[in-house]
């Protein structure tokens, strides 16, 4: 069966650039992939008939000798793959998807990102404030402006030559990886700078300001563009994201928005009720406290917790009161505790707690002894 024309197979004028013949492999590859058509023979079939056509004229050699002799140009080497020679699976797919994608074959690589993990006072973080913060990381090498030349000069890497990747040959197959000559940069030194040692790139601590916004929360991250480490070679340098963490508060607990925290009061105070005053971010808050107060009920301050950085309304304040047994009594103290305590006549309801408590042991007996 005779093969058809390559240029009738891209769909593409014999007197095609090379830019219209790959867009016309492109378009068909990504038609017609495996991947993409799994299991449909007829498409498989157009994609290497494609391939094959794309070979061939890609190359200016190749395609002379075709424009020349035809299909026979290259039936000496059938036995090797399509056109005599074999197909680099790493050059097809880097042009589809490397275009598609604006990679390439020499994408610049840019300094790594830095993470920095910043302690705040709760107040701080829930008001805001600017902290100076140093970090270490690589800065561009002064002595060579980053260039990792002493004069400044860099050349095609002879490896291979300026693309910033090699073929690698295992068995039929042809793929390609980064060139470990010039890691990928295409390009290579001849007189590296002494003090950078041709990196580009030297060890510094530098100083910076970090404006920490108000409402911020332990997990928070800050990014400054830029203040990574330098690229190698002048490459963009990194980001660095600054993490906070809020340490714990003696008084508040936060849960998103609001503020939580626990108010101690005397005994008496909840039996007979008072005015308790509370600490909050703002200033002091007084709590009235009604009488027959029983421990945990919450007293709920609203907007007095924290405005989120995210925005939305600012959150309360829950205090939970706390009712404590008095220590360290005097003698007139206790003499007094006890007439307390003798004034309670049995049966009295005093104490709703006690009562339900009681009535859950007596119908829990009940059922075992039954």
């Known amino acids: 069966m005779s093969k058809r024309d390559y240029y009738e197979i891209l769909g593409v004028e014999r007197a095609a650039s090379d830019e219209e013949i790959k867009k016309a492999y492109r378009r068909l590859a990504m038609k017609h992939h495996p991947d993409r058509n799994p299991g449909v023979h007829k498409s498989e079939e157009h994609f290497k008939e494609a391939k094959e056509a794309y070979e061939v004229l890609c190359d200016a050699h190749k395609r002379r000798l075709y424009d020349q002799h035809g299909h026979?140009?290259?039936?000496?080497?059938?036995?090797?793959?399509?056109?005599?020679?074999?197909?680099?699976?790493?050059?097809?797919?880097?042009?589809?998807?490397?275009?598609?994608?604006?990679?390439?074959?020499?994408?610049?690589?840019?300094?790594?990102?830095?993470?920095?993990?910043?302690?705040?006072?709760?107040?701080?973080?829930?008001?805001?404030?600017?902290?100076?913060?140093?970090?270490?990381?690589?800065?561009?090498?002064?002595?060579?402006?980053?260039?990792?030349?002493?004069?400044?000069?860099?050349?095609?890497?002879?490896?291979?030559?300026?693309?910033?990747?090699?073929?690698?040959?295992?068995?039929?197959?042809?793929?390609?990886?980064?060139?470990p000559a010039c890691h990928g940069s295409g390009q290579t030194i001849e007189n590296p700078c002494k003090d950078c040692d041709g990196h580009g790139r030297i060890e510094q601590e530098r100083t910076l300001a970090v404006k920490v916004p108000g409402g911020v929360d332990s997990g928070d991250r800050i990014r400054l563009a830029g203040e990574g480490e330098a690229g190698a070679a002048g490459t963009p340098a990194g980001d660095l994201y600054v993490e906070v963490r809020v340490r714990e508060h003696a008084i508040f607990q936060r849960d998103g928005n609001d503020l939580h925290c626990e108010v101690p009061v005397r005994f008496s105070q909840a039996a007979l009720g008072a005015e308790i005053v509370v600490p909050t971010l703002d200033g002091e808050a007084i709590i009235k406290v009604p009488s027959e107060t029983q421990t945990g009920r919450l007293f709920r301050l609203r907007g007095k917790g924290v405005k989120s950085v995210r925005g939305g309304a600012r959150g309360d304040l829950l205090c939970r009161l706390v009712v404590e047994t008095p220590v360290r009594l005097t003698k007139r103290q206790k003499e007094l505790m006890e007439e307390f305590e003798q004034s309670f006549a049995e049966g009295d309801n005093h104490t709703p707690r006690q009562t339900s408590w009681l009535d859950g042991v007596k119908q829990f007996w009940d059922r075992m002894t039954s």
Request: hydrophobic content about 35%; overall charge positive.
């Open 72 to 179: 026979a140009a290259f039936e000496a080497g059938a036995g090797r793959g399509a056109g005599g020679f074999q197909a680099d699976v790493g050059d097809i797919f880097g042009d589809i998807f490397g275009d598609i994608f604006g990679g390439g074959r020499t994408r610049q690589r840019r300094g790594a990102d830095l993470r920095y993990v910043l302690e705040l006072d709760l107040e701080e973080a829930v008001f805001g404030i600017e902290r100076q913060i140093r970090v270490p990381s690589l800065v561009p090498c002064k002595a060579c402006d980053g260039s990792g030349a002493s004069d400044g000069k860099r050349k095609a890497c002879g490896t291979c030559r300026g693309h910033g990747r090699v073929r690698m040959q295992n068995g039929i197959f042809s793929v390609q990886q980064t060139c």
